[in-house]
């Protein structure tokens, strides 16, 4: 009779157990297309069984409590999330920067329907309208054309310019943006932490949904920088961001802004190990280190976003006498700082040289004292730069100093002196490094207004002569059409090749291009990897709807299975009281 009860509680163990497994197969396929969710397989065991030495040739007894769940395995595997994961932070970084590499591609290759190389070399261009004017300097409707078409190439550059700032203060909005996602999503794995520590402190129960979250939290976070992670006893997660401790059992050390005040640009860093009241910022990353699988530091799309946009905006003297080292710390890091560096160079060197062909300069011999324009004393030390007034060509005027074709908005080209020894003086107004309205850089030159009005007043007559007697200048006129071919450029400290105009033009767009191709190719070859991965993933993670299917179908008969024992038990008891009684 004892036997016979005992063998119900079996039954019904045999009951419970197939309705808990049902009900873990049922929670599988209603989550068969939720992102992130990790299955549950479900294990069962033998409840305690104890044996009873006889001494009949039967041998031992057994008698046993039923079958129960040994485990729910929450399926993961540890070694594929951490290569995902690596391999999705990789990706990020490449595609990223590649994003801005095609940004800047399209700046140049076409705006407003016309490529930018076409007013530079093309057959409206400025290297056509100097070819055009040594034929004949005299020809006003070749003065008016080089007018034109330099109006036209200032204008040009200076829309790609400003393009490339724009696109640059574009990407510092996406840094914030980024910035903020990773601290969302730490401060979510924080909570995390916490509700799986209450429900898992009992030992009893565990809290696989709230993991399935947190490890997506984790997916998340690796695309944005280099994550490193370890689970506590406790069930917690601690992570750390770019080596730094980000998120622990209860708090999260949340990433800072630092607005600089200059650019408006910001920069990350670590509020829990700065000073900022001694302005001490321990920044996130450094934005000097070289960037290299080797390294292991190509990780994270913020860190590409940062290096993609710069420090500030460049312009040549970023590039001018800058040693390799120099560059590769600076501008070899960023795409739009060398971009800038690299377009403000060619514009630069284009507009001082043909500047220098209209109102050549020279070193004064000796010491210039006297008066300024505005009654000023003033003096200048020996090698001063002034205008070259007895080689120098004129305007149809006939004045000095001569125009020159693109000006300044800071400052005219020269400041008149009338010296102590009775001569007149132009002092040439040197460019100011600290000052980007003195200097010849794209966001500061224009058309000389007063070549607009009147074309006639460009230099094209030679000095030896009053009025109708003038010479043409045709020297001046080959000059100018030969330093489009002179090459005296480099694109960078890297470079050993000179290269004239039209070249520098080409190398710059050709290193783009091939850049662009680098980290194109990275990414895809990347997306691909992670994607492998992630599928490899998938095959442990991942519900597949008929092997589930199958295993209900398998505890639907277990389950049945038991229901029969009990019915079979049942009658036997049935017997006994009623039959036997």
């Known amino acids: 009779m004892a036997n016979s009860m005992g063998s119900l509680f079996i039954g019904v163990s045999g009951l419970q157990t197939s309705q808990n497994a049902l009900n873990a197969t049922a929670n599988n396929l209603s989550n068969v297309d939720t992102k992130g969710y990790v299955r549950e397989r479900v294990l069962q065991e033998d409840r305690n069984y104890l044996t009873v030495n006889t001494t009949t040739s039967i041998g031992p007894q057994q ?16 070694f594929l999330d951490k290569m995902y994961r690596t391999q999705n932070g990789r990706h990020g970084f490449y595609s990223t920067t590649f994003e801005a590499i095609s940004e800047v591609q399209t700046l140049f290759q076409e705006l407003e329907g016309t490529a930018f190389q076409e007013v530079l070399t093309g057959d409206d261009g400025l290297w056509v309208a100097f070819q055009e004017f040594a034929k004949d300097p005299s020809d006003s409707s070749v003065q008016n054309l080089v007018i034109e078409k330099a109006g036209l190439f200032a204008s040009r550059a200076k829309a790609v310019y400003n393009g490339l700032r724009t696109y640059q203060s574009n990407l510092n909005l996406q840094i914030a943006e980024a910035i903020e996602d990773v601290n969302d999503l730490g401060n979510t794995i924080r909570d995390l932490n916490l509700q799986i520590m209450k429900i898992e402190a009992g030992g009893i129960e565990t809290a696989m949904n709230l993991r399935d979250i947190r490890d997506t939290a984790l997916d998340k976070l690796s695309t944005y920088g280099n994550i490193t992670y370890k689970e506590l006893g406790n069930g917690t997660v601690k992570v750390n961001f770019e080596g730094t401790s980000f998120v622990d059992e209860t708090h999260v050390y949340e990433i800072g802004v630092k607005t600089e005040k200059e650019t408006g640009y910001i920069t990350p860093y670590w509020p829990h190990l700065s000073d900022t009241s001694k302005d001490k910022y321990y920044k996130v990353y450094d934005m000097s280190e070289e960037i290299s699988t080797a390294r292991k530091n190509d990780i994270g799309s913020l860190k590409a976003l940062l290096f993609a946009r710069g420090d500030k905006t460049a312009n040549y003297l970023d590039l001018e006498g800058v040693s390799m080292s120099e560059y590769d710390d600076t501008l070899g890091n960023s795409v739009m700082m060398n971009i800038e560096a690299e377009l403000d160079t060619l514009v630069h060197t284009i507009v001082t040289k043909i500047n220098d062909l209209f109102a050549p300069n020279v070193r004064s011999a000796d010491a210039i004292t006297g008066t300024d324009e505005n009654g000023n004393a003033v003096s200048f030390e020996p090698g001063t730069l002034i205008l070259d007034t007895e080689n120098c060509c004129v305007g149809e005027d006939g004045q000095l100093p001569p125009q020159e074709l693109f000006v300044r908005t800071g400052c005219s080209r020269y400041t008149k002196v009338e010296g102590d020894d009775g001569k007149t003086y132009y002092v040439y107004n040197k460019e ?10 794209t966001g500061s030159i224009s058309v000389n207004q007063k070549l607009l009005e009147s074309e006639s007043l460009i230099p094209f007559y030679e000095q030896n002569g009053k009025d109708e007697e003038r010479s043409v200048a045709y020297k001046l006129g080959e000059a100018l059409a030969a330093v489009w071919e002179e090459d005296t450029m480099f694109l960078s400290p890297h470079d ?50 008929d092997e589930e299917l199958t295993n209900m179908i398998k505890f639907q008969n277990a389950y049945n299975a038991s229901s029969r024992f009990i019915n079979v038990i049942d009658e036997m008891i049935e017997t006994i009281i009623y039959r036997l009684g």
């Open 496 to 545: 050993t090749t000179p290269c004239n105009f039209s070249e520098f033009y080409t190398k710059m767009v050709g290193e783009l291009g091939t850049l662009g191709n680098v980290f194109d190719s990275t990414a895809t070859g990347l997306e691909g990897t992670a994607l492998t991965t992630d599928n490899a993933r998938q095959q442990v993670i991942g519900v597949s709807s």
């Open 432 to 441: 100011d490094p600290n000052d980007t309205a003195l200097q010849y850089t």
């Open 63 to 78: 008698t046993g409590l039923g079958v129960s769940i040994g485990d729910v395995i929450h399926a993961r595997d540890i």
